[in-house]
């Protein structure tokens, strides 16, 4: 077995094993990375999805991973506010609209919304397709079959959930919630008939076999759009300390997760701001997607900078996988 052939064997359909994946983890990182890219290519072409955020409530999450600025039981003096109001949101969706974003995520801290702040997202989602043309995607927590049914008939397309990391690791980020609740809320998601956008966080104290694996459960569960973030340790945080990947690490994860998710859009999400050439390489390693703009809590990077580099390397903004 070699990088050339095995990479040969996924374009011609085959899903690589967990094996195959931990042998190709450890394999010369030019040819992956080389190879991931023409993988890559063969299934999407110079697609690029590329999508926003925003914060839609921020703060005072009852829950406790240990990366989160915005759990009550760390202490970053994040920014903390309720449900913005639909008039805010909307506005922030017709800016993205105008500069060409294809999706524009809505994102709101704590375990979930209530009954009460899922009719207001759902005013406001009606109120943002009736006045743009952009996607609209949404990351409430671990709602219900019957809310994600609300909120599709009101103009959802996407549901945002990130397994954050394997099961076996998972443990070591959140307590107050389980893996499980996460795959639950996903195939709910899903019944009720949206997308699911759904990835993790790189530096969470994980190994290979735990990325491997995180990624092997999303090919289980048929999700095409996959965040990968670089964990920004925040002071204040349980995982402050942690030790920040390098850029090649992360091109390695994002190149191996095309072996494994072939067809998907592998996207770039937070703590891409940290990465000297603002990801260019990953978008030369098998990544085709990205959140641009600013994160929930940190500053990201302009649609506008964005747009000239995919540009630059030959990509067109489009729709990726579903």
């Known amino acids: 077995m070699n990088v050339e052939s095995l990479g040969n064997e996924v374009i011609e359909g085959k899903e690589i094993t967990r094996e195959e994946a931990l042998w190709l983890y450890g394999q010369p990182f030019g040819e992956v990375c080389g190879k991931a890219n023409e993988i890559r290519a063969h299934f999407c072409s110079n697609g690029f999805d590329l999508c926003t955020i925003i914060n839609g409530k921020s703060g005072r999450c009852s829950e406790n991973c240990r990366f989160c600025a915005q759990s009550v039981h760390n202490h970053t003096g994040a920014e903390e506010y309720p449900l913005l109001p639909a008039e805010e949101i909307l506005e922030q969706a017709r800016k993205n609209a105008e500069q060409g974003v294809l999706r524009y995520s809505i994102v709101t801290s704590g375990r979930r919304l209530s009954e009460e702040e899922v009719a207001r997202m759902c005013d406001a989602v009606r109120q943002i397709r009736g006045e743009t043309n952009i996607s609209v995607c949404i990351s409430f927590g671990l709602l219900k079959e019957e809310q994600y049914r609300r909120l599709k008939e009101a103009g959802v397309t996407r549901v945002h959930n990130n397994l954050e990391t394997s099961r076996r690791n998972f443990p070591n ?145 489009r729709y990726g996988s579903e």
């Open 173 to 317: 980020v959140c307590t107050t919630h389980t893996f499980d609740d996460k795959l639950e809320a996903i195939r709910a998601a899903k019944a009720a008939g949206l997308s699911v956008c759904s990835g993790g966080i790189m530096g969470l104290g994980e190994t290979p076999e735990d990325r491997i694996d995180m990624a092997l459960t999303l090919r289980e569960l048929g999700i095409q759009s996959v965040p990968v973030n670089l964990l920004n340790p925040i002071p204040g945080t349980p995982f402050e300390k942690n030790r920040r990947l390098m850029p090649e690490d992360l091109c390695r994860i994002v190149a191996v997760y095309r072996f494994i998710l072939p067809k998907a859009s592998i996207r770039l999400a937070g703590g891409r701001g940290l990465l000297r050439d603002k990801g260019r390489s990953c978008f030369l390693s098998g990544a085709n997607a990205a959140i641009s703009g600013d994160m929930l809590t940190t500053a990201g990077i302009t649609v506008e900078t964005d747009r000239k580099l995919l540009e630059e390397l030959g990509y067109e903004v």
